[in-house]
């Protein structure tokens, strides 16, 4: 099965409003990031946890390995938001250059 | 942040042709990945590259896969030959260490 199980698949929110969004790893995970793939499909990186809780603006994210999980909530969202958003973690196994999960991704979309 | 660069953005090309797709990694960078997105599905590992090396590849990469970083120049994918199902978006990312920065990727369609 998949290592990477993330939810919800899809969110809707209107502006202003926030939610948040999980990723459960089904093996023991050493770091995640989290990304947000924009309408013309760049990846843009929000995070990069190998564990604790970090923010930036209007974003927050936590990465616990003990409990396999990652979160990331966003607040006060604007229309610039929509788009989807991954997680991807290293194996706890691999290298110092090991590869990266994904999840399946979160659809968000955001209305005024 | 990081810019990650990918030549070209779009690539068309007949079944059982060759391609190549180009990267340019960040420019201290030391580690290289290929990553496979086909149209709506989750982000897939291709391979990684350090040192000249391929360091470990998935049962994505095929036998008609290869790839390189001569001279220090463009990190590439070759496909040879190309099969219907290589159609997908290649990402390109590279890290100086763990944190990986991925490029805008290539649209390869292959008819």
């Known amino acids: 099965g998949d290592q990477v199980e993330q939810s919800p698949s899809a969110l809707s929110l209107h502006e202003g409003t926030g939610s948040a969004l999980r990723c459960n790893f089904t093996?023991?995970?050493?770091?995640v990031q989290w990304f947000q793939q924009n309408s013309r499909g760049s990846l843009i990186n929000l995070f990069y946890?190998?564990?604790g809780t970090k923010e930036n603006g209007r974003l927050k994210s936590t990465f616990n390995s003990k409990e396999s999980y990652s979160t990331l909530h966003i607040r006060d969202a604007q229309l610039e938001d929509s788009g989807t958003y991954f997680c991807?973690?290293?194996?706890?196994?691999?290298?110092?250059?090991?590869?990266?999960?994904f999840g399946k991704g979160t659809k968000l979309s955001v209305k005024s | 942040g990081p810019k990650v660069l990918q030549i070209p953005s779009h690539q068309i090309i007949d079944m059982g042709q060759m391609v190549t797709l180009n990267c340019d990694p960040v420019?201290?960078?030391?580690?290289f990945y290929w990553y496979k997105q086909i149209l709506g599905q989750q982000m897939e590992f291709l391979v990684n590259?350090?040192?000249?090396?391929?360091?470990?590849k998935s049962k994505l990469f095929k036998d008609q896969f290869s790839v390189e970083r001569p001279d220090g120049s463009y990190f590439t994918l070759k496909i040879q030959p190309t099969a219907l199902e290589d159609s997908a978006v290649y990402f390109c990312?590279?890290?100086?260490?763990?944190?990986?920065?991925f490029g805008p990727g290539t649209r390869l369609t292959v008819l």
């Open positions: 990312a590279s890290s100086f260490y763990a944190e990986q920065f």
């Open positions: 093996t023991t995970m050493r770091a």
């Open positions: 946890l190998a564990s």
């Open positions: 991807a973690a290293e194996a706890n196994s691999g290298g110092s250059n090991a590869k990266l999960t």
């Open positions: 420019s201290n960078h030391l580690y």
């Open positions: 590259f350090y040192n000249g090396k391929v360091m470990e």
